[in-house]
């Protein structure tokens, strides 16, 4: 009996700070939910940039947005191929757009979780319509990303 006690002992002194350090199942789910997030995000921005190429200004509000999104989509010659408007996977929110002299400057969302810088395989280059989306975050919250007109979205 001491000895699956003494097991026991050890299987959780093993495992208590392996909760600690990763944060256990819910942190992960919270990261998981941030990854979807930024993907939906790109895919925005990319929207936003075709529009742009297109000469189609971008309206204010969200309904109005998708009415000149399905218009796009439906007579545009180029479909622009990584661009879908997407709303937060999660809340099922539009997500924020800031507007600057009549133009979307910055794009937003609200995060679950702080972000590591990534400098790995999927880190964003300058081409792509968010440069700053892998920057590190300090914080849960609200985060903005200046949307790159200049990308080369498809």
């Given at each position: 009996?001491?000895?699956g006690?003494?097991?026991?002992?050890?299987?959780?002194?093993?495992?208590?700070?392996?909760?600690?350090?990763?944060g256990g199942p819910g942190e992960a789910r919270r990261q998981k939910e941030d990854q979807l997030r930024e993907t939906a995000l790109l895919s925005t921005a990319?929207?936003?940039?075709?529009?742009?190429?297109?000469?189609?200004?971008?309206?204010?509000?969200?309904?109005?947005l998708e009415a000149a999104w399905q218009t796009y989509r439906s007579s545009a010659p180029d479909k622009c191929f990584n661009g879908e408007l997407?709303?937060?996977?999660?809340?099922?929110?539009?997500?924020?757009?800031?507007?600057?002299?009549?133009?979307?400057?910055?794009?937003c969302a609200d995060f679950a979780t702080q972000r590591e810088q990534d400098d790995g395989l999927f880190s964003y280059q300058s081409t792509n319509a968010l440069p700053t989306l892998s920057d590190r975050r300090d914080k849960a919250g609200q985060h903005c990303f200046a949307i790159n007109y200049s990308a080369e979205v498809g």
């Open positions: 009996m001491a000895m006690t003494g097991l026991i002992v050890i299987v959780l002194a093993a495992i208590v700070p392996g909760l600690a350090v990763t990319n929207a936003l940039v075709c529009l742009q190429e297109a000469g189609v200004d971008i309206p204010e509000t969200h309904e109005q997407r709303v937060d996977p999660i809340t099922e929110a539009p997500f924020a757009l800031v507007q600057k002299e009549g133009q979307v400057t910055q794009i």
